[in-house]
């Protein structure tokens, strides 16, 4: 193992489940030494969300392809004054085609048609910087569709316990 190593979780142990990391997460290793590893590891499920963390050598596997030579260039051109704080993902606390309710009232929300009080469906199974794709739209009285799918934060969203059943 050596620095920037592109690599995956292998082996899923309890620390890691309490980082929110889960397996065959992806990362670049920053520091490495014989037995342990600090990785830069990047959440799949909320895009711009990241762990550092200390992971063994042996939990982790080194990948080798297209992808991961691109992402390991461009993350030495890019990183070089990169100090990010030891951290795990954040806990992902969605699931794509849940119905949700919108919390606040925002002009960045109201402009689109979508006040306090509507609800909609999550449409992705992933995030973007803490938004989610949600989709408002609805039948009017002639059963005509109307409203669109927009980004909504997620702290402005409530997860309606229909979902839970």
């Given at each position: 193992m050596k620095k920037y190593d592109i690599v995956k979780l292998s082996n899923l142990i309890e620390e890691y489940k309490q980082n929110n990391l889960y397996l065959n997460a992806q990362g670049i290793v920053l520091e490495c030494n014989n037995e342990k590893s600090k990785v830069l590891f990047l959440n799949e499920?909320?895009?711009?969300?990241?762990a550092y963390l200390e992971v063994r050598n042996n939990d982790v596997e080194i990948i080798s392809n297209d992808t991961a030579l691109s992402f390991m260039n461009y993350i030495k051109d890019n990183l070089k004054d990169f100090n990010p704080k030891e951290k795990g993902f954040k806990q992902k606390e969605f699931n794509a085609y849940e119905?949700?309710?919108?919390?606040?009232?925002d002009d960045k929300y109201s402009k689109l048609g979508v006040h306090k009080g509507d609800k909609g469906v999550?449409?992705?199974?992933?995030?973007?910087?803490?938004?989610?794709?949600v989709d408002f739209g609805r039948l009017d009285e002639d059963n005509k569709y109307f409203?669109?799918?927009i980004s909504v934060k997620l702290k402005d969203l409530k997860i309606l316990e229909e979902n839970r059943d």
């Open positions: 499920y909320n895009q711009g969300d990241y119905k949700v309710e919108l919390l606040i009232e999550i449409m992705e199974d992933y995030a973007v910087k803490d938004y989610v794709l409203g669109d799918c």
